[in-house]
């Protein structure tokens, strides 16, 4: 296939670009910012660019869109809502226009977000309600509407908590090692929010079958199990082997200051189409958390300095 990617250089991007570039596709790939992604080729995108969007699209006239570009960050979105709904809802409509008028099938990348964690029984389903509490979250369910209303066939598919990225990687797991690194024996960690992680690699891996099936409309797509961020941290300084670190558990409250959007108490979800459809790849998240690290070079995880102590 002739595939499009936006938000290559993102820490999913690097995982789904290889993939789709390793899997014999022709593959063109772009971002706000171009990064190296394993020495592949990378061009400038600023999807909130309408004519910019238009242009590449129609010129490359790709069989895939793959539409990975967002503004992910929390308090960025909830200090700045124009900034968010602009890249995530309307550049998304950009994208989505344009991916139509070429007959292209639209994968968009959503996330748990769009639910309000008030569910009291099992994880979140596709055919449960969204119900978003922060402007992350509704920029991101409003760009699923957008992609529902405008395209003819489309993946909406929402992943959870993420794991990968090595350098790119500036969520949780890349906190947790940072303070590792740094020398920390105690780490502080929420147990009051739960979700379910979602590896990178697998995820890139189970897309790549995904798009080739006919099997259009929305997916969850994470990992096995749920946790909350105590039991993740604790996981990470587990497999690492530093017994001389002690993860304490807090409530949200200590970090309120520092991340003040609002968050929903569980972003637990299944894969309930893709085990319906037989499709289900994605590993438990404990084993897909100890393969990133065990990937990582030794600098990343604290092991270096372990040794030289």
């Known amino acids: 296939m002739r595939v499009f990617i936006t938000g290559s250089a993102g820490m999913l991007g690097s995982s789904v670009y290889p993939a789709f570039h390793g899997a014999g596709h022709e593959v063109v790939a772009t971002d706000l910012t171009p990064r190296d992604v394993a020495g592949l080729p990378m061009g400038n995108l600023d999807v ?56 292209a099938t639209l994968v968009y990348i959503s996330t748990a977000g769009i639910f309000d964690g008030t569910k009291t029984s099992g994880p979140y389903t596709e055919f449960d309600q969204p119900n978003p509490i922060n402007v992350y979250g509704d920029s991101k369910f409003q760009g699923e509407r957008v992609v529902e209303q405008t395209m003819s066939k489309y993946f909406v598919v929402r992943a959870g908590w993420m794991i990968g990225g090595h350098e790119r990687d500036h969520k949780f797991v890349a906190k947790v090692l940072g303070q590792i690194r740094s020398g920390a024996t105690t780490i502080r960690a929420v147990d009051d929010k739960l979700g379910t992680p979602t590896y990178t690699v697998d995820f890139a891996a189970n897309l790549l079958e995904l798009v080739q099936t006919p099997f259009h409309g929305l997916y969850h797509m994470v990992c096995g199990g749920d946790g909350s961020r105590l039991d993740v941290a604790r996981e990470i300084v587990a497999h690492l082997g530093r017994a001389n670190v002690e993860v304490v558990p807090v409530t949200s409250e200590h970090f309120a200051a520092e991340y003040f959007a609002p968050r929903p108490r569980s972003e637990i979800m299944r894969n309930y189409q893709l085990d319906l459809r037989g499709l289900n790849r994605m590993r438990p998240w404990r084993e897909a958390l100890a393969a990133y690290l065990d990937s990582l070079d030794p600098a990343l995880t604290g092991r270096d300095a372990e040794r030289s102590a």
């Open 48 to 103: 909130r660019d309408y004519r910019a969007v238009t242009g590449e699209i129609l010129s490359r006239r790709p069989d895939l869109v793959l539409h990975l570009a967002a503004e992910t960050d929390l308090e960025v979105s909830e200090s700045n809502p124009d900034h968010a709904y602009a890249t995530n809802t309307v550049g998304t409509h950009n994208v989505a226009l344009a991916a139509e008028a070429v007959g």
